[in-house]
């Protein structure tokens, strides 16, 4: 029995010591630890779930249809959203409520949707969106890629994140001075400010939430 116990001893001990011997990628000589095979590494990975989680949950919460609808992929804070929403005002939300998750520094919107409300309006809207998603990219104080524009029945929708006050009146300027804009809405948010349904930060700091303006 003494010796039965033993070996079982020796045999846990070798086992927890395998669990810590890194993984050593074949052919490279290169050693990369358990968990850490990802581009991103661990923080990332984990940051990249908890964006997943968190967005899953808010378009849960606000539209059963959105959740069922669309799919999500996020890869080291950039968001993936595809699939398809019954109408144009919830293609909107979905993306917006991507860009309410800390982390996020990107979304790629590919979401369709089943109602167009028409081929003129949506060629009209298309054409917008794509006017002044151009016009940012060619300015040098705006980093486009933090930003997504949507255009519903002439309602130009602004969601991302601007670096500073200059880089924000200069996205809703264009915005404003666009052919067939009749409204201009934005979400974006000042980097550092809280999205809206978040909880502010626990280091002390103070950040005013964000509000829709236009």
């Known amino acids: 029995m003494k010796n039965a116990v033993t070996f079982i001893s020796a045999v846990l001990a070798v086992l927890s010591i395998s669990a810590c011997v890194p993984v050593v990628a074949a052919g490279a000589g290169a050693e990369v630890g358990v968990g850490a095979a990802s581009e991103g590494g661990i923080k990332g990975d984990f940051t990249d779930k908890a964006i997943y989680i968190r967005i899953t949950d808010l378009w849960t919460k606000s539209s059963l249809k959105m959740y069922s609808g669309l799919t999500l992929d996020v890869t080291e804070g950039r968001v993936l959203v595809a699939g398809t929403v019954p109408n144009a005002d ?71 994140v601007a670096e500073d006050q200059k880089e924000m009146d200069t996205v809703l300027d264009i915005a404003r001075n666009t052919k067939y804009v009749k409204n201009v809405v934005s979400y974006a948010r000042l980097r550092g400010e809280t999205p809206q349904g978040l909880l502010p930060p626990t280091n002390g700091e103070t950040e005013k939430p964000l509000a829709p303006h236009g």
Not at 90 to 110: D, F
Not at 112 to 120: K, L, S, Y
Not at 137 to 145: E, W
């Open 90 to 160: 919830m293609r909107v939300e979905a993306v917006r409520l991507a860009w309410q998750v800390g982390g996020v520094r990107q979304v790629i919107n590919e979401i369709r949707v089943e109602d167009g409300g028409g081929v003129g309006g949506y060629m009209t809207d298309t054409w917008v969106s794509g006017n002044i998603k151009t016009r940012m990219l060619l300015d040098k104080y705006v980093q486009s890629i933090n930003y997504n524009i949507d255009c519903v029945n002439g309602t130009v929708y602004i969601m991302g």
